[in-house]
C-alpha cells in the first residue's frame, strides 16, 4: 500500500494545525457556526443531529494495520468506542467534541491519515474494488491509478469549489465491485491484445433525487491521456454546471439536459485544446506509485490444502462462512478473507474499538499487515493463505465478526438515517435490524441466495437504495415513517436503478413486505440457481406487485 511521504506529512500537519486554529476561534466566539461551516466541512466535520460528525478518508478503501489501531484508539478516546465504516470507504466517528478534533486530526496524522476532502464541494475520496489486486478476475490492480488521482485532484486549485461533490470509482475487473456507474465518473482499467492499459470512462452516474446511470464517453483512454482526459471532464462541469440550484448542480443533470452524445463532444473540444504534456503526471511518477503495490511475498502453496477441506467436513459453520464470506484469489494456495460488519440485528457499517484492534491483529498474522474496507460496509483480508482460514474464523467468530452473510440477504447497506443524520426523513437502522432479525436463520439466507437489499433513510440515498435488488426509502408522511419499495436495482456491471412498487408501508410492516416479496421470489425461480434479480428480469414486476398488495 501506498506510504506517505515528506510532503504528504507536511500537508496534513499545516491542515490539522490550520484547523486547530479555526477551532479556538470557534470556542471562543470569533467565529459563528455559519462562518465555520466551510472551515469545518473542508476538514470532513459534519453538524449531525445530535453532534458533530467526523469523516475521515481511506484512500481506495487500503489500510495498514498500524491504521485501523489508531482508528480503534479514536473511537475509545473520542467517540463512544466505536466507528462507522461507510459506502465511500471511509470511516466516520459520530460523537467526537468539537474541542479534541484538532487533536483527532494530529493523531490521524500521526498513521498517515486524514479528512481532507471528505465532505463539501470538491472531488472527494477516490474508491476502488475492495479486491483489487487479488481478485481471480481483475485485468490489473487499479489502485497504483486510484492514487495518482488522489494526488492529482488534492486541493486542486481549478476543482475545489465545483458546483457540488464529485465522486470518482475505479476498477481493473470485469465484474464491477465499485458502483462506477453510478459515479460522476466511472472508471474501468481494460487490457487490449497487444497487452497495453487504457480506461474506459463513463460520466453522469448518481443516485439521489434523480438516479441516473453513468454514460460511457472514453473509450480506451491511454495511461498517458488519464489526467488530461479527466481535467477536460471537470473543467467541462465547472463551467457549465449549474450553480443556481443545488439539487441540479451535480454532473449528471449537465450531461442529462445536455445529451451525453453533446457532453462528450464539449469535453473532446477542452480535450483537444490541451496542453497535454503539462498537465501529465512527472515522468516515471505512475512508476514510483506502482513499486507501493507490488505483490507482498507469497509463498508456494498447495492449491486446497487438506486441513481446510477436513475442517469444513468437520464444522458446518465453518463450512458456511467459507461458502459465502471467502472469494477466490489470483494467487494458488491464498484466498480473499470478507468479514462482516452485519451480524444479526447489528448495525450495518459499526465496528467497535475492539473489533478493530482484533482485524488489525489479523492482518498483522495472516494477511502481510493490510486491511481493505468495501462500499458494501464489511472489511477485507485480502492475503490469506488457506490453510490459515480456520484459525482466522475462529477468531472472528469469538468477536461477533464471524457473520456469514457476504451478499446474502442481511448483508445490507443500510445509511446512519434519522438516528444520526440531520437531512434524514425516517429511521434506516431499525428496518435493517427488523430485516435481519426476520432472515437470521442461515438455512434460510442459503435457500434465497444472494440478495442485496440497501436502505436509504431520505431521497439523498447515501444508503443507495436506488441500485438495491430490493430498496428500501424511508419517508416522512404526515409525521410517520414510512418505507418506500423499489425492485431491480443493481451496482454491478449490469447497472440499473430499480422501479418503484407502489404505496410505501409504516415501520412495523416493511420486514413483512420484505418476507412477502422473497416467498414470491421462491415461487416464481425456475431453479435454485436463478437469482433474485434474474427473476425480476424475467418476470418484471407485476407478480410482485401482485402479492405485495394482495389484501389492499
Not at 486510484?146 to 470485469?174: C, D, N, V
Not at 458502483?179 to 443516485?207: P, S
Not at 450495518?348 to 499487515?369: C, N, R
Not at 414486476?541 to 398488495?549: G, I
Amino acid at each position: 500500500m501506498y506510504i506517505y511521504d515528506d510532503f504528504d506529512e507536511t500537508f496534513v500537519r499545516e491542515r490539522a494545525a490550520q484547523f486547530r486554529d479555526q477551532v479556538e476561534r470557534r470556542l471562543s466566539g470569533a467565529l459563528t457556526e455559519e462562518q465555520f461551516r466551510p472551515l469545518r466541512l473542508m476538514n470532513g466535520v459534519y453538524l449531525q443531529l445530535h453532534a458533530y460528525m467526523l469523516r475521515v478518508a481511506i484512500p481506495y478503501g487500503t489500510l495498514s494495520s498500524g491504521q485501523m489501531r489508531q482508528l480503534a484508539m479514536i473511537a475509545r478516546k473520542y467517540d463512544k468506542g466505536y466507528g462507522h465504516f461507510t459506502t465511500r470507504q471511509n470511516i466516520q466517528y459520530n460523537w467526537p467534541k468539537l474541542k479534541d478534533l484538532p487533536d483527532i486530526l494530529d493523531d490521524l496524522a500521526d498513521v498517515g491519515m486524514h479528512a481532507i476532502q471528505t465532505s463539501g464541494n470538491c472531488i472527494r475520496n477516490v474508491t476502488s474494488d475492495q479486491w483489487a489486486g487479488v481478485a481471480a478476475d481483475e485485468v490489473t490492480d487499479p489502485r497504483p491509478y486510484a492514487e495518482l488521482m488522489r494526488q492529482w485532484s488534492s486541493l486542486h486549485p481549478e476543482f475545489s469549489y465545483l458546483p457540488r461533490k464529485f465522486k470518482i470509482a475505479i476498477t481493473g475487473a470485469e465484474q464491477d465491485r465499485a458502483a462506477i456507474a453510478f459515479h460522476d465518473i466511472g472508471i474501468r482499467v481494460k487490457r487490449n491484445e497487444t497487452g497495453e492499459i487504457g480506461f474506459d470512462v463513463y460520466v453522469g452516474g448518481g443516485l439521489g433525487r434523480t438516479p441516473m446511470v453513468a454514460k460511457k464517453i472514453g473509450e480506451f483512454i491511454s495511461v498517458n491521456d488519464l489526467l488530461p482526459y479527466l481535467i477536460a471532464i471537470l473543467r467541462a462541469y465547472n463551467l457549465e454546471g449549474r450553480r443556481d440550484n443545488k439539487y441540479k448542480a451535480r454532473i449528471k443533470i449537465l450531461v442529462h439536459e445536455k445529451g451525453a452524445e453533446a457532453f462528450k463532444a464539449r469535453v473532446e473540444e477542452i480535450f483537444a485544446g490541451l496542453d497535454k504534456d503539462k498537465l501529465r503526471a512527472p515522468q516515471g511518477e505512475l512508476e514510483r506509485i506502482a513499486k507501493f503495490f507490488d505483490n507482498p511475498a507469497y509463498e508456494t502453496l498447495e492449491i486446497e490444502p487438506a486441513s481446510l477441506r477436513e475442517a469444513r467436513a468437520d464444522n458446518k459453520a465453518f463450512d458456511a462462512w467459507v461458502r459465502r464470506n471467502v472469494a477466490a484469489h489470483k494467487t494458488d494456495g491464498y484466498a480473499i478473507a470478507n468479514i462482516s460488519l452485519k451480524p444479526v440485528e447489528g448495525i450495518p457499517g459499526d465496528a467497535s474499538a475492539e473489533q478493530m484492534e482484533l482485524v488489525a491483529q489479523m492482518a498483522d498474522d495472516y494477511s502481510f499487515g493490510e486491511i481493505r474496507v468495501s462500499h458494501e460496509q464489511n472489511l477485507v483480508l485480502a492475503h490469506v493463505k488457506k490453510s490459515d482460514l480456520y484459525t482466522i474464523w475462529q477468531a472472528l467468530e469469538a468477536n461477533g465478526l464471524g457473520t456469514p452473510n457476504i451478499g446474502a440477504i442481511t448483508d445490507m447497506i443500510t445509511c446512519p438515517g434519522l438516528d444520526y443524520c440531520a437531512l434524514a426523513t425516517a429511521r434506516s437502522i431499525p428496518i435493517a435490524q427488523k430485516i435481519s432479525h426476520k432472515f437470521s436463520s442461515s438455512e434460510r439466507q442459503s435457500e434465497i441466495g444472494d440478495l442485496k437489499i440497501k436502505i436509504s433513510g431520505c431521497i439523498n440515498a447515501c444508503g443507495h437504495h436506488h441500485a438495491g435488488h430490493i430498496g428500501i426509502l424511508g419517508l416522512d408522511k404526515k409525521g410517520e415513517e414510512y418505507y418506500q419499495i423499489t425492485l431491480g436495482g443493481s451496482g454491478d456491471e449490469n447497472a440499473a436503478v430499480g422501479e418503484i412498487l407502489g404505496p410505501g408501508f409504516s415501520a412495523d410492516d416493511v420486514a413483512d413486505a420484505i418476507d412477502t416479496l422473497v416467498e414470491r421470489y421462491i415461487q416464481l425461480r425456475s431453479s435454485e440457481g436463478e437469482t433474485f434479480l434474474d427473476v425480476v428480469k424475467r418476470v418484471g414486476l407485476e407478480p410482485f406487485k401482485e402479492a405485495l398488495y394482495a389484501d389492499h
